[in-house]
């Protein structure tokens, strides 16, 4: 399959992605929904890389994808209160959120790989996403769009830019890496975020995660030298 074909999937699965997170935000909570939706989403990946593209992944990977996962569910609840009261519906939508980011995840990988070039591939896909999500907006509520878009378009480019920039990172290395390996790596970005919070936010750096961020890294070192 070529590169426009994996695009168009891509974009396909960016909106079920779109769709399913903001439902499931709808029907639950952040600490409920993220460690499920975003920690769920690479072992997704995996599954689906053995069972449609007959990829091999070793058992030292596999271990070091599920200590990923373990670490950024630490991360998720250190300092909250740990429940599982979570309502049906917002598990079905968090679950259906992890699926389609192993979609597209999946489908950019093989899509950067069939392209002449990552970079444009991205750009393409950006540029497509941004199209269909936006034509919702403007034929139904073009006036606050609008209004939203004057008032906060120096957030919002800084937002999306940073957002071409990291993502199209990720899409060049799934060009050059395993998909697999890179799925699972790119969660590590909650550790970003932890650092960040405590330095700018002034949050605890307690022991949870301490213990969060060596499970990750050792995650990582076992994907690597699995993959």
Request: proline share 2%; with cysteine; charged share 10%.
């Amino acid at each position: 399959m070529n590169a426009m074909r994996w695009l168009m999937l891509s974009v396909i699965f960016h909106i079920g992605y779109t769709y399913f997170l903001s439902q499931a935000y709808t029907h639950g909570d952040l600490g409920q929904i993220y460690p499920i939706s975003r920690g769920s989403a690479p072992l997704i990946t995996a599954l689906l890389s053995v069972l449609i593209f007959n990829e091999v992944i070793s058992l030292t990977e596999f271990i070091g994808i599920l200590l990923i996962i373990s670490g950024v569910i630490i991360i998720a609840f250190a300092g909250r209160k740990f429940t599982l009261n979570i309502k049906g519906k917002a598990l079905f939508y968090a679950l259906c959120t992890a699926f389609f980011t192993a979609c597209y995840t999946l489908s950019d990988g093989h899509g950067s790989r069939t392209s002449e070039d990552p970079i444009v591939y991205t750009l393409w896909l950006f540029l497509l996403n941004g199209i269909v999500l936006m034509a919702p907006g403007i034929m139904k509520y073009r006036a606050t769009l609008f209004q939203g878009i004057k008032q906060y378009w120096r957030t919002g480019l800084l937002g999306g830019l940073m957002q071409l920039i990291s993502y199209g990172i990720a899409i060049w290395a799934m060009s050059q890496a395993p998909i697999v390996l890179v799925a699972a790596i790119r969660e590590t970005s909650v550790l970003f975020a932890m650092f960040l919070s405590i330095v700018f936010l002034k949050e605890r750096f307690n022991m949870m995660r301490v213990i969060a961020c060596i499970v990750i890294l050792a995650g990582v070192l076992l994907a690597k030298l699995g993959s």
